[in-house]
C-alpha cells in the first residue's frame, strides 16, 4: 500500500495533473505525504536508491540527506522522478504539516473553487444568529478569483456592484492580506476595522468554514472575525461588522478607556466586561448613559440590549464606584468632571412639556422616580426620552421654533436631511403638535404598535420647542432600525431611501383602518378613466386611511400594450413620491465592428456618438444609421473577451455604462427571424499540425485566436449544414488569388479554389485534384463543444447533431486556411474608445424639472426581466408602459435619480437641475379633468442634499421656515440662514413642494394648509 501511494504521488504531481511544477507547494506536497507514508518502505526505498548526481550534506535540509547516506544501488526511475526528488531534498523540513498533525495538501485551482462554492452554499442554507464570519479583503479575494478562473467581483456570500469581470488565468495569490481594512497601530491582537471601508468595495464576508478552507490553504492575516446578529422586529440576519465601541470614563480619576461589544450584547455583559476590566465587584458598579459627556440616565443591569438602550457608536459611559456604601454626590457632571447645580427656569408654553415636566436650566427634568440603587434617574433634553404616551397630547410650537439642528450619530447625516425636511412639513408638523393619540393603531401588524409615530412625534417636538439647542435622535434611530433594520448599523444610506420607509412607517402607525377588508380589483374594460380612477382610489382609502396619505399620496395613470394582441390594461396606482430619471446631454464615442452575419461582405468598424448615460437602444440605433441597416435585420451586440464570445448584450435597456472604454464590442447584422433559427457561434484556434509557426504547439496548448463569428442555421441535419456555414461566413475573407467560385453537388457547397495563374497565393493542379478527390469530406476541421466548453469532439460530414437554440463550433486553422483566407480581418478589434486620445470636454449643460418629469411619463417598453402577463396571450409580453399623473398631493416629493446601479457599475449624475422655487405649474400634466382636484401650482419649501460622491459624500437640507418666509441650511447639529438664490444647486437631491391655492380668477394664491383626504 505504501508503495503504491508514494509512487503515485510521485507520478500524479509529474504529470502536472494537480499541481504546477513551478509552484514551492509541489514539493512541499510531496514532502508531507512522504512523511505520513515514510514508515519501513519509504525508507527502505530512499535507503535503496544510488544517487549518482551527488549532493552535500551542507545542502537540503535535515534527514532527508540522511536518508540518501549508504546508497549502494540505483534504482531505475523515470528522469522526472529523479529531478522531483532531488528537489524534495532542497526544501524545508515543514511542508504542509498542520500543528495538530494533519496534514493539508494543496489543491487545484478548480477544487478550491469547488470547495469554496460547496461551503457557501451550505452555510447560505443555514443562517442562525451568532454564526462567525470573517472579513477578507477585497484586493486579496479578487486575486483569488482571478486564480479560480472566476469572474472578478461576482462574491458568493453577497452581490456588491463592484467593476467589470476578467476570467484570465492568473498566478496563485501570495497568504491573506488584510492589512489594507486595519488601523495604523492597531493591537495586532485585537485589530480595528478602518471605519470608511465598505462591503463589496473594500471587504467581502465569509462564512466561518470557508475562511478556515482559505486559511489554511494560504496562512495570512490579520483575523477578523465577526458574528451574524438579528436585526430588528422582523429578525433580518447580517454580520455587525463594526460592533458598538464605547469610551468608558471612571468618575473616580477621569481615566477613559474602550469597550467593544455587540449591540445586542445585554446591559448585565456590559457590566460583567467593565468591571472585569476596573477590576470592581458588579454589586458597587454603577453605569451611566453618558452621551454628550452628560449624565442621561442609569443603566440598570438586565437583558436590555445595548440597542435597546439607545446607546451609539463611540458615546461616552461613565462608570461610578460606590465607596463605604455611598455613591458619589451630584447629579452630574461637565465636560470637566465639575459638578452642576440645578437651577429650575420658567417652563415652557405648553400645557405639557415634552418631558412632563418643568425644565431646569441644564436640561434636566425635575420630575423623577427611583431605581434600584435609589438614586435619581435623569433625563436631558439634550437627548431622546423615553416618557410614554405623553408625546401625544396636544402642544403648542414655541415662537421661532424649528431652527434646531440635529446631532450625528455616526453617518446620519443622510437621516438627520430626512428627517428636517418631513419636521418643516407643514401639515406634518401641524399635525403631531395636535394630540394624534386617538389615531394610533396599535393592532396593525405591518406597523410598530404606534412606536414609530410616537418616536417621530417625540422628535418633532423637541426640534420645534428647544429653540436651537441641538437635539440627539437616539431612541428615534433605534425604534426606525427595529422598523427598517438596514438603518440599524453606522453606514452611510439613502435620504430618499430612509424617507420612503419613514413614511411608509408612520402610514401603518397611524392608519386608520384597523381591519383591512379584502378588495378584488377590476380591470377598466372600455370604462371612463374617471369612473375606474375613483373606483381605485376608493379601494385604496379603505385599506389606507392615513395623514400620510392624505398628505403625500397621489394618483397615476398607468398604461400597458400587448405588442402581440395589442391588449390594453389600464390602472391608477397611488404614489408616495415621483422618481425622476435625470436626462443627459453628455456624450461618449463607441466604436464597434459590424460583421455580417451572411457572409455577404467584410467587417466594418464605426464609431459612433451616443449619450453618454444612454442604454444598448442607443448604441444600436446609432450604428444600424451609420451601417444603412435594412428592414428586415437587426444588431445582436457582444462583447469579445479572449478571442471568445463573453457576454451578448441583449437587453436593450442595459445602460452603455457597463461598457468599459478598453473593451471590445462586435455587432452581426442578423435577419429578423433569427430568433427562430439556431445560432452558430465560431470560435477560431490554431490547427494542431501547423509547421509555419515557429511555436509548433502541441494539441493540448493550441490557442484561440481572431474574432469569433456569429451566424443562424436554417433547419440543420448533420455536420455538412455547419460546414457549409462556415464556408459562408469566411468566404468574404477569400484572397483575391483564389477564384471565389462556388458550386453546388450533392446538395452541399464546395469551393473551388484552383486559379488559372500562377505565382504567389495560388494553388498548382496537383492542389486542386486535391481538393476535388476529398469533396465527400468536411472543407474544415470542426469541433462542437458542449455547454460546458470543456470537451469537444470532431464533426463529420455525416455526424448528426442535436441542434439546440446556440451551437458552438471550433474551427482549426490549418496552413490551407491561411493560404485561402485573409485573416488580418479578424484580428486586433478595436478598443470602444482608444485611451489617450485628447478629447474636447463639453460642460454639462443644465436640465429643467420638466425635461425630467417628460421623461419620468414618456412610452417605454419594459425590461426582460419585469415582463407583464398579458391577459389575453397567456403568456408574459415585453409590454410597452406608459404612465400618466392624474391625481396629485398636497405635498409633492421629487426625487432626482442621481443614482444609477448595474452589476458591474455604480454611477453618481452631478448634473445641475433647474428647478423652480415656486409657480410651478402641472396642470399640462395632469390627466383628470375634475375640477375639484384644486390648484396644480406648488412652492418649494424642503430640499435634501447630497454632496460628494457615491457610497459615501454628505447630506445637508434646505428648508424654508414659512413663517419667517426665509431659509436656513441644516447641516447636522449647525443651522445657519441662506438666501433663496443659494439653495439652487447640482446637489440637489430630493425636492418636497406643497400646493399653492388658486384664485377664482386664475392668479395664484397662498399655501394650502390644509392636509384633507381626495
Known amino acids: 500500500m505504501y508503495k503504491k501511494i508514494t509512487l503515485c504521488v510521485i507520478k500524479i504531481i509529474h504529470s502536472k495533473k494537480y499541481i504546477r511544477p513551478t509552484e514551492i507547494v509541489a514539493p512541499a506536497a510531496v514532502c508531507a505525504l512522504l512523511r505520513w507514508v515514510g514508515t519501513v518502505y519509504v525508507l527502505d526505498r530512499l535507503r535503496s536508491l544510488k544517487w549518482k548526481e551527488g549532493r552535500s550534506k551542507n545542502r537540503g535540509n535535515g534527514w532527508w540527506l540522511q536518508l540518501f547516506e549508504g546508497m549502494d544501488r540505483y534504482v531505475a526511475l523515470r528522469p522526472g522522478e529523479r529531478v522531483l526528488l532531488s528537489w524534495i531534498m532542497t526544501i524545508p523540513d515543514s511542508g504542509y504539516m498542520m500543528e495538530n498533525g494533519s496534514i493539508e495538501l494543496p489543491c487545484t485551482p478548480e477544487e478550491e473553487k469547488r470547495i469554496v462554492l460547496e461551503l457557501s452554499r451550505r452555510a447560505e442554507s443555514n443562517l442562525r444568529e451568532g454564526n462567525v464570519y470573517y472579513v477578507v479583503s477585497t484586493r486579496w479575494y479578487m486575486g483569488w478569483q482571478k486564480y479560480t478562473g472566476q469572474p472578478v467581483g461576482v ?7 463592484t467593476e467589470a469581470p476578467t476570467s484570465s488565468a492568473a498566478d496563485r495569490p501570495g497568504p491573506i492580506d488584510n492589512s489594507d481594512l486595519v488601523l495604523n497601530g492597531s493591537d495586532g491582537a485585537d485589530p480595528q476595522l478602518l471605519r470608511t471601508v465598505e462591503e463589496g468595495r473594500d471587504y467581502v464576508l465569509v462564512p466561518k468554514d470557508v475562511w478556515e478552507r482559505l486559511y489554511a490553504w494560504y496562512k495570512g492575516g490579520p483575523v477578523l472575525a465577526r458574528k451574524m446578529i438579528s436585526a430588528g422586529d422582523s429578525k433580518q440576519f447580517h454580520v455587525e461588522v463594526f460592533p458598538l465601541c464605547l469610551t468608558l470614563v471612571d468618575a473616580r480619576d477621569n481615566s477613559q478607556s474602550v469597550v467593544r461589544l455587540s449591540k445586542k450584547a445585554s446591559l448585565h455583559e456590559l457590566y460583567k466586561t467593565v468591571c472585569r476590566l476596573k477590576g470592581v465587584e458588579s454589586e458597587k458598579a454603577r453605569i451611566w448613559d453618558y452621551f454628550n459627556k452628560q449624565k442621561q440616565t442609569v443603566l440598570v443591569v438586565s437583558n436590555q440590549t445595548l440597542e435597546e438602550s439607545s446607546l451609539q457608536m463611540d458615546q461616552h459611559i461613565l462608570l461610578e464606584v460606590q465607596i463605604d456604601g455611598f455613591w458619589p454626590s451630584g447629579f452630574g457632571m461637565d465636560s470637566t468632571g465639575n459638578d452642576l447645580a440645578l437651577v429650575p427656569v420658567e417652563p415652557l408654553r405648553s400645557s405639557v412639556t415634552i418631558a412632563g415636566g418643568p425644565t431646569l436650566s441644564n436640561g434636566y427634568s425635575s420630575s423623577y422616580s427611583s431605581n434600584i440603587y435609589g438614586v435619581i434617574n435623569l433625563s436631558s433634553t439634550n437627548g431622546d426620552m423615553e416618557d410614554g404616551y405623553e408625546s401625544s397630547r396636544s402642544m403648542t410650537r414655541v415662537d421661532r421654533g424649528g431652527l434646531a439642528g440635529l446631532q450625528n450619530l455616526g453617518n446620519t447625516c443622510f437621516m438627520n436631511s430626512a428627517i428636517q425636511c418631513l419636521v418643516h412639513t407643514p401639515p406634518i408638523f401641524e399635525y403631531f403638535l395636535e394630540d394624534y393619540s386617538s389615531e394610533i393603531n396599535r393592532q396593525n401588524p405591518l406597523g410598530m404598535h ?59 402607525d397611524l392608519n386608520r383602518v384597523k381591519q383591512k377588508p379584502y378588495i378584488e380589483t377590476k380591470d377598466s374594460d372600455g370604462r371612463p378613466d374617471e369612473e375606474v380612477a375613483d373606483e381605485y382610489w376608493r379601494y385604496h382609502k379603505a385599506r389606507n386611511d392615513s395623514i400620510i396619505v392624505d398628505v403625500f399620496q397621489g394618483q397615476y395613470k398607468s398604461t400597458l400594450v400587448c405588442p402581440v394582441c395589442n391588449k390594453i390594461s389600464i390602472t391608477f396606482d397611488p404614489f408616495m413620491y415621483l422618481s425622476l430619471p435625470l436626462p443627459s446631454t453628455a456624450t461618449r464615442t463607441m466604436t464597434v465592428t459590424v460583421f455580417y452575419g451572411d457572409g455577404s461582405g467584410l467587417p466594418m468598424p464605426y464609431t459612433v456618438t451616443v449619450l453618454k448615460h444612454g442604454c444598448c437602444k442607443d448604441l444600436i440605433q446609432a450604428l444600424g444609421a451609420a451601417c444603412c441597416l435594412r428592414t428586415d435585420e437587426y444588431l445582436l451586440l457582444a462583447e469579445v473577451y479572449e478571442h471568445r464570445i463573453y457576454r451578448y448584450l441583449e437587453n436593450p435597456s442595459e445602460v452603455l455604462g457597463t461598457i468599459k472604454d478598453d473593451e471590445h464590442i462586435v455587432a452581426f447584422r442578423l435577419p429578423k427571424n433569427g430568433a427562430e433559427l439556431t445560432r452558430l457561434e465560431i470560435a477560431h484556434r490554431i490547427g494542431e499540425n501547423l509547421h509555419f509557426s515557429s511555436d509548433n504547439l502541441r494539441a493540448s496548448e493550441r490557442k484561440l485566436f481572431l474574432t469569433p463569428l456569429i451566424t443562424f442555421l436554417e433547419d440543420p441535419q448533420s455536420g455538412a449544414d455547419i460546414d457549409l456555414a462556415v464556408h459562408r461566413m469566411l468566404s468574404p475573407l477569400r484572397k483575391k488569388g483564389y477564384s471565389s467560385s462556388i458550386s453546388i453537388r450533392n446538395g452541399r457547397e464546395s469551393t473551388n479554389g484552383c486559379s488559372t495563374q500562377l505565382g504567389p497565393g495560388t494553388q498548382s493542379a496537383e492542389n486542386c485534384e486535391s481538393e476535388e478527390m476529398s469533396i465527400n469530406s468536411l472543407s474544415f476541421h470542426l469541433c462542437i463543444m458542449e455547454d460546458s466548453g470543456l470537451s469537444r469532439r470532431r464533426i463529420s460530414k455525416e455526424t448528426v447533431i442535436k441542434f439546440g437554440r446556440v451551437v458552438k463550433v471550433m474551427l482549426d486553422w490549418t496552413e490551407r486556411e491561411f493560404d485561402l483566407y485573409d485573416a488580418s480581418y479578424l484580428k486586433d478589434l478595436p478598443e470602444v474608445h482608444k485611451t489617450g486620445l485628447t478629447m474636447k470636454k463639453t460642460k454639462q449643460e443644465a436640465i429643467s424639472l420638466f425635461s425630467c418629469l417628460d421623461a419620468f411619463l414618456k412610452e417605454e417598453p419594459l425590461g426582460p426581466d419585469d415582463m407583464w402577463y398579458c391577459p389575453r396571450c397567456k403568456e408574459h409580453r415585453q409590454a410597452s408602459k406608459k404612465l400618466d399623473l392624474w391625481r396629485l398631493p398636497d405635498i409633492l416629493v421629487f426625487h432626482l435619480k442621481r443614482f444609477s446601479y448595474s452589476r458591474w457599475l455604480k454611477n453618481k449624475l452631478d448634473t445641475f437641475v433647474n428647478f423652480p422655487t415656486c409657480n ?28 460628494g460622491g457615491l457610497g459615501g459624500g454628505h447630506y445637508s437640507a434646505y428648508c424654508k421656515l414659512i413663517d419667517d418666509n426665509r431659509w436656513y441650511h441644516f447641516d447636522d447639529a449647525h443651522v445657519s440662514p441662506v438666501s433663496e438664490d443659494e439653495i439652487k444647486t447640482s446637489a440637489a437631491y430630493v425636492l418636497f413642494y406643497r400646493r399653492v391655492r388658486g384664485k377664482p380668477n386664475g392668479a395664484v394664491g397662498e399655501p394650502s394648509h390644509g392636509y384633507r383626504a381626495f
Not at 462574491?155 to 456592484?161: K, L, S, V, Y
Not at 395632469?926 to 382636484?933: C, L, W
Open 155 to 161: 462574491f458568493t456570500f453577497n452581490e456588491p456592484p
Open 450 to 508: 404606534g412606536e414609530l409615530a410616537l418616536a417621530f412625534g417625540e422628535l418633532l417636538r423637541k426640534l420645534w420647542s428647544s429653540g436651537r439647542t441641538p437635539v440627539a435622535p437616539r431612541a428615534f434611530k433605534t425604534k426606525l432600525a427595529r422598523f427598517a433594520p438596514q438603518f440599524s448599523g453606522y453606514n452611510q444610506h439613502d435620504s430618499q431611501e430612509l424617507l420612503a420607509f419613514l413614511l411608509d412607517g408612520l402610514h401603518e
Open 920 to 947: 410651478l405649474d402641472l396642470s399640462n400634466y395632469v390627466k383628470s379633468n375634475e375640477a375639484s382636484e384644486g390648484s396644480h401650482v406648488y412652492e418649494l419649501y424642503a430640499i435634501s442634499n447630497h454632496y
